[in-house]
């Protein structure tokens, strides 16, 4: 089935300009730890005493995340373009075992030799839903990839160690929960009612990619660092103004809280939403006055259902499926985190 550019672009909706969005992001990343600056410059009643010190620690934090992080975001686009464009079609399928609690089993591991983190791998799932495979094996995949894999791994390894389980409580973590999620969802009467109109009307129309692969690995390593560096950036900077603008002793106070830590770490996944490449770099700033259990569900929950993730969710999957994956998601997550807390 073919058609025209033109009904291509009316069907389209209308789109910022990618290098517009950039900058903006970027801008406010900065301007974060600018604003820091600023008050101690000319308005230094508004903080207390000892903010020359503060300060000085929360622009070095900020950018300490960034130096330490980029190479492994560097290098996660990287993989994630030589899986993207220059696997051949059909080498997945070819693997897959038949039962379907052995193809979601298998596709929560896929993560490991499919290494991207939430702002890759929602194009991809979709690219596996128009190979035929089923929405709960394509939700198992989302799920478990942005944690599950050796990006991740390392990074997290890179942050914590093994100090408190907090690596291996990630990864089991991860993995349980989306094959849990992909269980729930095998068991839906109609799953075809899980998708979008829209995505169902997009898997009709076959739209092949013009140029060769190197054109399509620039444009891909271009899409992706557009869209994982904003969210480096404001990352970032929100750690330094965090430990520098919240008081010490509020910290202290929620963080020693095994139940408040929890929670107050998983809303803050939910609105961060940073890289799951990196975010471990952004826990370890909380490592001191947070408990072990409130960084796991911060690691769980932020690559799962933040903000970001599920606006790029919402382009496949509808309301009530989000909703359905959310609550899993944030109920695990502080299961999870109340048991490392009693194990730690």
Same mark, same amino acid.
């Given at each position: /089935?073919? *058609?025209?550019?033109?009904?291509?672009?009316?069907?389209?909706?209308?789109?910022?300009?990618?290098?517009?969005?950039?900058?903006?992001?970027?801008?406010?990343?900065?301007?974060?730890?600018?604003? /820091?600056?600023?008050?101690?410059?000319?308005?230094?009643?508004?903080?207390?005493?000892?903010?020359?010190?503060?300060?000085?620690?929360?622009?070095?934090?900020?950018?300490?995340?960034?130096?330490?992080?980029?190479? #492994?975001?560097?290098?996660?686009?990287?993989?994630?373009?030589?899986?993207?464009?220059?696997?051949?079609?059909?080498?997945?399928?070819?693997? /897959?075992?038949?039962?379907?609690?052995?193809?979601?089993?298998?596709?929560?591991?896929?993560?490991?030799?499919?290494?991207?983190?939430?702002?890759?791998?929602?194009? #991809?799932?979709?690219?596996?839903?128009?190979?035929? %495979?089923?929405?709960?094996?394509?939700?198992?995949?989302?799920?478990?990839?942005?944690?599950?894999?050796?990006?991740?791994?390392?990074?997290?390894?890179?942050?914590?160690?093994?100090?408190?389980?907090?690596?291996?409580?990630?990864?089991?973590?991860?993995?349980?929960?989306?094959?849990?999620?992909?269980? $729930?969802?095998?068991?839906?009467?109609?799953?075809?009612?899980?998708?979008?109109?829209? %995505?169902?009307? *997009?898997?009709?129309?076959?739209?092949?990619?013009?140029?060769?692969?190197?054109?399509?690995?620039?444009?891909?390593?271009?899409?992706e660092l557009r869209a994982v560096m904003p969210a480096l950036v404001i990352g970032s900077a929100l750690a330094g103004a965090v430990q520098v603008l919240v008081p010490r002793n509020a910290l202290l106070a929620i963080g020693s809280n095994p139940v408040l830590s929890i929670v107050a770490m998983m809303v803050l996944a939910i609105v961060v939403s940073i890289c799951s490449n990196i975010d471990a770099f952004f826990a370890l700033s909380f490592a001191s006055t947070f408990t072990p259990g409130s960084l796991v569900a911060f690691l769980v929950t932020g690559p799962l259902v933040d903000v970001? /993730?599920?606006?790029?969710?919402?382009? *496949?999957?509808?309301?009530?499926? $989000?909703?359905?994956?959310?609550?899993?998601?944030?109920? %695990?997550?502080?299961?999870?985190?109340?048991?490392?807390?009693?194990?730690?």
């Amino acid at each position: /089935m073919t *058609t025209s550019r033109t009904e291509r672009a009316r069907s389209a909706p209308p789109r910022r300009s990618s290098g517009s969005r950039t900058s903006v992001a970027l801008s406010l990343g900065l301007a974060l730890i600018v604003v /820091m600056a600023a008050i101690y410059i000319f308005a230094p009643q508004l903080l207390p005493a000892d903010v020359p010190t503060r300060l000085q620690d929360g622009v070095t934090l900020a950018l300490s995340v960034l130096i330490e992080s980029l190479p #492994f975001v560097a290098l996660g686009v990287v993989l994630s373009i030589l899986v993207q464009v220059w696997l051949p079609a059909g080498v997945l399928e070819r693997w /897959m075992p038949r039962r379907a609690w052995a193809r979601r089993a298998v596709l929560s591991l896929l993560g490991m030799i499919v290494p991207v983190c939430e702002c890759g791998n929602v194009p #991809f799932a979709r690219g596996l839903l128009m190979r035929g %495979f089923s929405v709960s094996e394509t939700m198992t995949f989302l799920i478990a990839a942005p944690i599950v894999n050796p990006i991740v791994i390392i990074t997290t390894h890179q942050a914590f160690g093994f100090s408190d389980g907090i690596l291996v409580a990630r990864l089991l973590g991860g993995y349980a929960v989306a094959n849990l999620i992909g269980w $729930l969802y095998s068991r839906h009467p109609a799953p075809d009612a899980l998708l979008t109109d829209r %995505f169902r009307a *997009t898997c009709e129309i076959v739209v092949h990619e013009r140029g060769g692969r190197g054109r399509r690995s620039l444009a891909q390593f271009l899409v992706e660092l557009r869209a994982v560096m904003p969210a480096l950036v404001i990352g970032s900077a929100l750690a330094g103004a965090v430990q520098v603008l919240v008081p010490r002793n509020a910290l202290l106070a929620i963080g020693s809280n095994p139940v408040l830590s929890i929670v107050a770490m998983m809303v803050l996944a939910i609105v961060v939403s940073i890289c799951s490449n990196i975010d471990a770099f952004f826990a370890l700033s909380f490592a001191s006055t947070f408990t072990p259990g409130s960084l796991v569900a911060f690691l769980v929950t932020g690559p799962l259902v933040d903000v970001k /993730m599920i606006a790029l969710l919402r382009t *496949t999957f509808t309301t009530r499926a $989000l909703v359905g994956i959310v609550t899993t998601v944030l109920l %695990f997550a502080f299961a999870l985190g109340a048991v490392v807390n009693l194990l730690a």
